[in-house]
């Protein structure tokens, strides 16, 4: 039986660990960190045998059963090899996607692997180094961030980071350490005031402050050009409320007024996702006040399930859609996916750049007249919001009106942006458009169109002809 072979291990021979240990590691990332299952749990330990072993699909099949055999087979088609170009990357990742939408405990067993991965990267070479950090930094972070696993996402951007710039990255850790004791104690100064009110109004809560990720902190000295002692928000205050499942969000607005009642809120930093949660699943109030000193502070308050949610993402989130009504975010993106991915015929690196700005930036909600929101990628355009309400209405687009005031179709669009279509039937989609539009949605159907056309046009060059000539005797 093939069960009692030795495998080898391509890790095992890099760090000199036994074979067992990385799959245990993974399985444990994917029940404690994600919150996953039984089943997942056992995909976990096996994901790498059919690849690495002379255990073949069947054996598991046999052994396991199907359903585990599937992921197992969706988890053997990501593969783990390092050496290959960037086509050949985005062709992988292409294939990820297509196995994400039909069982997502496969994308997230990936996210498990890849973590440990980064997690015992020390003992490779510098260069497979290099490129396993790049490429967590521009597939797997982004992707863990859309799942809603903020601390797994974190924790990649941190370690990539470690590698690809360890310079900067020790130079920042340095410097967090020094600063670590002035921090708490203004920490410490800021919350006591506030507990003090929380108390008295007898939440179950708990208050602290946590820094934010070197990597964050890097890219904001980057973004604003400014050192490590000018960036102000080196950590943000989070308070965690105990509240029944009806009283959330009046309870957060309660804190969220108690806080502002100490420390003079920054009108323009109010984030509201109780209202609209983000489309990962993520909710909470974030708002920026004045602390002591005349210091801003970054405050989010959640509640224990949403925090949950945020750290563990996808299966916490399922853990509680149950009873709720609320259709769930991720069936729409997975929907989105699914949808774009089947009408596909572009080449993967496009493929890999379309579903980035499409599917892992971050989001703007635009409301059409009727006040139904619709979430868009940063950067998309009153285009895009055409072809996202319906691809007939995106390819008659004239012009839009956005708040009101007429814009043109490639004006880019704004968080709470009321957005109304304008359309004639004498409209159709040209070679510029491509230009205006960030979606994968917009790009596929304007491309679609342009093909139809091209091939329309071959078949009636002739009748073309002789219908503009006659177009322009209609004109005199
Ligand atoms: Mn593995």
Wanted: hydrophobic fraction near 35%; aromatic fraction near 8%.
């Amino acid at each position: 039986m093939k069960w009692q072979q030795t495998p080898i291990k391509r890790c095992a021979e890099k760090s000199g660990e036994p074979y067992i240990l990385h799959p245990l590691a993974v399985a444990k990332i994917c029940t404690e960190e994600i919150g996953l299952g039984i089943r997942s749990s056992i995909c976990s330990l096996l994901h790498d045998t059919v690849e690495d072993t002379d255990i073949s699909l069947e054996d598991i099949e046999r052994e396991f059963g199907q359903e585990i055999a599937r992921i197992v087979d969706g988890l053997t088609k990501i593969s783990n090899v390092i050496d290959i170009n960037a086509s050949q990357q985005a062709e992988n990742f292409k294939k990820i996607l297509l196995t994400l939408t039909d069982d997502p405990r496969v994308i997230l067993i990936k996210l498990a692997d890849r973590l440990h991965n980064m997690r015992t990267l020390e003992s490779m070479k510098r260069e497979k180094q290099l490129k396993i950090a790049s490429e967590t930094v521009y597939v797997y972070a982004p992707l863990a961030h859309r799942m809603g696993l903020y601390s797994i996402k974190t924790e990649m951007e941190d370690l990539a980071m470690k590698y690809m710039e360890p310079d900067v990255y020790r130079d920042i850790a340095k410097k967090l350490a020094e600063t670590k004791r002035e921090r708490t104690k203004y920490i410490n100064e800021f919350i006591r005031p506030i507990k003090e009110k929380l108390e008295k109004g007898n939440f179950k809560f708990e208050i602290y402050g946590r820094p934010k990720s070197i990597h964050s902190i890097w890219n904001k000295m980057k973004k604003k050009g400014v050192d490590f002692e000018e960036v102000y928000d080196l950590f943000a205050i989070r308070v965690l409320l105990d509240s029944p499942h009806e009283r959330e969000k009046e309870d957060c607005w309660k804190v969220y007024s108690m806080i502002t009642d100490e420390y003079t809120p920054s009108p323009e930093r109010l984030r509201d996702w109780l209202s609209n949660p983000k489309s990962n699943g993520y909710e909470a109030l974030h708002t920026t006040v004045m602390g002591p000193q005349g210091k801003w502070v970054e405050v989010q308050i959640r509640t224990k399930r949403m925090n949950e949610i945020a750290e563990k993402g996808l299966a916490a989130h399922w853990k509680y859609k149950e009873g709720t009504s609320d259709e769930s975010r991720f069936d729409k993106w997975f929907q989105q996916i699914r949808e774009v991915i089947s009408n596909q015929e572009t080449d993967s690196i496009d493929f890999l750049q379309d579903f980035k700005t499409s599917f892992l930036a971050e989001e703007i909600y635009v409301y059409t007249p009727k006040g139904d929101v619709k979430m868009l990628p940063v950067g998309s355009t009153a285009l895009d919001f055409a072809f996202a309400i319906h691809s007939a209405v995106g390819s008659k687009t004239i012009g839009a009106k956005v708040n009101h005031k007429l814009v043109p179709i490639g004006h880019k669009l704004r968080s709470g942006d009321q957005v109304e279509i304008i359309t004639s039937n004498k409209q159709k989609p040209n070679e510029d458009w491509l230009g205006y539009v960030v979606t994968a949605k917009a790009r596929g159907r304007i491309k679609d169109a342009l093909k139809e056309e091209k091939k329309g046009k071959l078949q009636t060059k002739g009748n073309m002809q002789y219908s503009a000539s006659w177009m322009a005797w209609a004109l005199y």
